[in-house]
């Protein structure tokens, strides 16, 4: 779209009473909605998914420094925080204990469910898959469409829940009763919107599977599909199949909050002294059995597809075919499986007895070994590659070790006895945030850095995507290290003050305010990151359709790939997705598509 | 189709059809009979899994169907199981009265 | 560019996209009634009284209903049969009867539920009560969706018989397999809520 928006000069000149403009623009420019809003091309609709989550990733990051900003200054007037969130949320510049709980809650619900999840899987799945496997488009495409706006009908949701009476929902990301059941309205409209996203995320998984399973390119074998791909497949199914246990616990806390039933509710239950008038008989662990159904193969929706990102990268910028491919296939597999068996090392203080306990965390213990090889199989894919160092393969190779160091740190977690101290700390946060900030998300931005081109034809600037890569990775680590060593003194997560009415608190509790520093310079450095998408779209440098001289197939297709089908023709393929490097050729990639009498020359 | 195998088609749905009304008479009367809880649930679980696995061999047709839709049926099967058997595993003790929640602790409960 | 395999099967896999979808689809809502299930199992085995279920609801009501779902599942997979046999009118049949079969359980629903409102009997009052109404409620918005697309495969969507006769058999399988399954929920949910 060249020159400025039709809409814009359209709308400038219909004056306040524009319904009949608004009308006249419907019917001038059906095109351009049909282009860009209820498109079913998947590329579109992988772009705004896109759009829409780094967005929401905004919004979940800002108020993720709102909470680092209180834990440092704790009851200290900030007069632009009034400007900000009202009044109601912070008189007078102090923000109060209710709408730090709402920012604890929002935080985690937004970058999950809004922000990672959407842009690993609905914008890296939905653009690259199609062109992965060699196919015009996702295999039901209004339905693809359907997801997109489920799934912003309930980011709305949950946006407009902060402005409803009494605030968004402020019992934690686990929304856990009975204090849920009892929380204002906001964890109503939380469970509505948590919904609309899991009809969202439903109708998604059954394309993606549909999709990779039917329209493989002519050749393309099972083991002949990027990683990628595979990483997409698994986290389709565990999509499918877990999710639907947060839509029953959903119904049925909407249930106990809004007819009064008691399935979360024991008998006897008082609240503030007063015992609460329900027929009672309830489990408020059914709940988190539920819940961390969900939640847990959830974690490797948060982490699989990154997998995927940095192995494509890898085996890119290394010129080295990804070592022990099908073993990490394999790996994934397994992984996927056993992460519905692990839920409840969630739970451990939950007082359940020791034999459960002892299967949870022999299942915790097994599932680390097929991440372990993912993980190591990238390592030894750099064992003698001659690596290029851009500003992708920087970020792919950082998620690495701090990958590394998310999951090491989950194993005391895994282990009731350890897991019993660090329960609720600090170190939980830290643990989870090593493997999600340093780890998912550094993919995902490797991945934006990686097929920004073959989006739009022009590299991304390198030296704002160096000064990215570095400024995140160094305060990223300031701000979730000193996390694992207050939670090992005892903090405990969601306080308010930041721990301070804590004794035992006191020798760590000078570490809020270095996090909270670190924390806006993660703000400002993400500027840099905001600059150069923008700045880039236009005045990137403009490359060739393969700039990265990469072998898989949607470098096959023109720049940007066509509307509603991809591909010139449909391509077919004649080998596996990482031939670098082959010995005897004069060119050091081998891409999919090329038959091999024209590549043997 | 021709008309032949329409018309066998047809008597075999019908035929499933007076099968599952007469075990939808049987789950009837054996709630009457007043049996202990133990064998009514049993029983009356097993009419009602064996009429579920008549509507889905004949009516959808999963007699013959291809590998890959047993495939996701077997492993959503799995998965109800797993969440059935650990989530009353986990409070065993209390639903079913077994010492089954500590049997690794040693010494003296 | 069209996408294949819409209505004729993909060679390796046998299979056309509606059909996987569809059940994996099924899939998604086995794990859900599933997840439902077994809490009604915790929290019954968990309780200190439970009521006795089928004095408190109405045996013959859900009886009545059982046949009837079953009944108007077999006319589906009749539909699809003529369908498949070029019936058209065969089809109407069928599929009108379906319809009918679906809008009486609905009835029959209907006044279930006014006869325990009308005891006072709530959501609220107890632990059994919140299963059935959650439980039975959720089932009945199913029967209500499979409702909507059959009215409109009976009705408006039948043209495609004309133009595209493979994917419109293609759309009957598809409504059919997913109104079976929501026949099998009731399978399961009638037992288990009135007679045990």
């Known amino acids: 779209m060249a020159g400025p928006s039709p809409w814009a000069t359209h709308l400038s000149h219909a004056g306040p009473c524009s319904l009949a403009a608004l009308r006249t623009a419907w019917l001038r420019y059906p095109n351009l909605l049909r282009r860009y809003l209820f498109s079913t091309d998947h590329k579109v609709i992988g772009l705004q998914y896109a759009f829409t989550s780094l967005f929401f990733l905004l919004v979940g990051f800002s108020l993720a420094v709102l909470i680092r900003w209180q834990q440092a200054y704790a009851g200290q007037p900030l007069p632009l925080l009034t400007l900000l969130v009202g009044e109601v ?39 690259l898959v199609p062109l992965q496997i060699g196919a015009p488009d996702m295999a039901f495409p209004r339905l693809n469409l359907a997801s997109y706006w489920f799934y912003a009908a309930g980011g709305v949701v949950m946006l407009a829940s902060f402005f409803v009476p009494g605030g968004a929902a402020m019992s934690g990301w686990t929304s856990y009763p009975p204090l849920a059941d009892f929380a204002p309205q906001g964890q109503t409209w939380w469970l509505a919107g948590m919904l609309l996203l899991v009809l969202s995320s439903l109708l998604g998984a059954v394309n993606f599977i549909t999709t990779i399973v039917q329209l493989r390119a002519p050749g393309m074998t099972w083991f002949r599909l ?7 497949l698994i986290t389709s199914f565990l999509l499918l199949l877990a999710f639907p246990a947060l839509q029953a616990a959903a119904i049925l806390q909407g249930m106990d909050r809004l007819a009064g039933t008691s399935f979360f509710l024991p008998s006897g239950l008082m609240v503030g002294g007063q015992a609460v008038d329900v027929a009672g008989g309830g489990s408020a662990l059914l709940w988190q059995h539920l819940f961390w159904f969900l939640a847990h193969p959830e974690v490797y929706v948060l ?52 034999t459960i306990s ?55 977690l895994g282990l009731a006895a350890t897991d019993i101290p660090l329960h609720d700390t600090n170190y939980v946060v830290g643990h989870f945030h090593y493997l999600v900030a340093p780890g998912t998300i550094f993919a995902l931005f490797a991945g934006i850095y990686h097929w920004f081109p073959k989006i739009t034809g022009r590299m991304m600037n390198e030296t704002l995507g160096r000064l990215h890569f570095a400024g995140s990775l160094v305060t990223m680590n300031l701000i979730f290290f000193p996390m694992l060593m207050q939670g090992m003194a005892g903090v405990n997560r969601r306080l308010w003050d930041g721990g301070a009415i804590y004794q035992h608190a006191e020798p760590v509790l000078y570490l809020n305010v270095p996090m909270a520093h670190a924390a ?16 880039s779209l236009k005045g990137g440098r403009r490359v060739t359709a393969n700039p990265w001289e990469a072998t898989t197939l949607e470098w ?46 | 189709m021709s008309d032949a195998t329409y018309q066998a088609e047809t008597r075999a749905y019908l035929t499933t059809l007076g099968a599952l009304l007469a075990l939808t008479v049987v789950t009837v009367a054996l709630s009457y009979l007043d049996l202990p809880t133990a064998p009514t649930v049993a029983l009356a679980l097993a009419v009602a899994s064996l009429k579920a696995a008549l509507v889905a061999a004949v009516f959808m047709h999963l007699k013959g169907e291809h590998a890959l839709v047993y495939g996701t049926l077997v492993l959503t099967a799995v998965l109800v199981v797993v969440l059935f058997v650990l989530l009353l595993g986990a409070d065993a003790d209390r639903l079913f009265g077994t010492g089954f929640g500590d049997a690794f602790s040693e010494g003296p409960r | 560019m069209e996408i294949p395999y819409t209505s004729e099967p993909r060679p390796d896999t046998g299979l056309t996209n509606p059909k996987i979808g569809i059940w994996l689809f099924l899939a998604s809502e086995v794990m859900l009634f599933g997840s439902l299930f077994s809490a009604y199992a915790l929290l019954r085995m968990g309780a200190e009284t439970w009521p006795d279920q089928s004095a408190v609801l109405s045996v013959p009501l859900a009886t009545l209903n059982t046949v009837i779902l079953i009944v108007s599942s077999a006319t589906i997979v009749l539909a699809l049969a003529a369908v498949r046999a070029g019936r058209i009118d065969a089809y109407r049949r069928f599929m009108g009867l379906t319809i009918l079969g679906g809008a009486a359980f609905l009835v029959v629903k209907a006044f279930e539920y006014s006869d325990k409102f009308a005891q006072g009997l709530v959501p609220a009052t107890d632990n059994f009560l919140a299963l059935y109404f959650t439980l039975t409620g959720l089932h009945a918005l199913h029967v209500v969706g499979g409702l909507v697309v059959n009215l409109y495969l009976w009705g408006p969507g039948v043209r495609m018989w004309r133009t595209d006769p493979a994917r419109f058999t293609g759309r009957i399988e598809v409504a059919g397999l997913y109104w079976h399954f929501v026949d099998v929920v009731w399978i399961f949910l009638f037992p288990v809520l009135y007679l045990l």
């Not at chain 1, 290394?318 to 409840?344: C, D, E, H, Q």
């Not at chain 1, 299942?363 to 070994?369: A, D, G």
């Not at chain 1, 806006?520 to 700045?535: E, R, S």
């Not at chain 1, 999919?592 to 590549?599: E, G, M, S, T």
């Open chain 1, 358 to 412: 002892a299967i949870f965390q022999a299942t915790t213990m097994i599932i680390s070994i097929p991440s372990v090889i993912v993980l190591s199989a990238l390592v030894l894919s750099l064992h003698g590659g001659s690596i290029r160092f851009n500003t992708p393969m920087l970020f792919a190779l950082a998620f690495l070790p701090m990958f590394g160091i998310g999951g090491l740190t989950g194993l005391p």
């Open chain 1, 303 to 354: 982490v699989l597809p990154a997998m995927g990102i940095v192995a494509e990268i890898i085996a890119n910028n290394s010129r080295k075919p990804v070592f022990g491919y099908r073993l990490m296939v394999y790996s994934i597999f397994v992984l996927g499986f056993l992460s519905f068996t692990v839920w409840a090392h969630h739970m451990y203080l939950t007082g359940m007895g020791t």
């Open chain 1, 556 to 601: 096959a297709a023109p720049t940007p790939p066509r509307a509603h089908g991809n591909f010139d023709e449909l391509p077919r393929v004649y080998r596996g997705p990482y031939e670098y490097s082959v010995p005897g050729m004069d060119v050091d990639f081998l891409p999919q598509h090329v038959p091999d009498a024209k590549a043997g020359a």
């Open chain 1, 226 to 232: 990027p990683f990628f791909v595979w990483t997409q």
């Open chain 1, 520 to 535: 806006f310079g993660l703000a400002l450095v993400q500027v840099f990151f905001i600059v150069n998408l923008f700045m």
């Open chain 1, 89 to 127: 949320n912070a008189p007078g510049g102090i923000m109060l204990p209710e709408f730090y709980n709402q920012l604890g809650a929002m935080h985690g619900t937004i970058m999950v469910f809004l922000g990672v999840v959407p842009l690993a899987v609905g914008a890296f799945g939905n653009y």
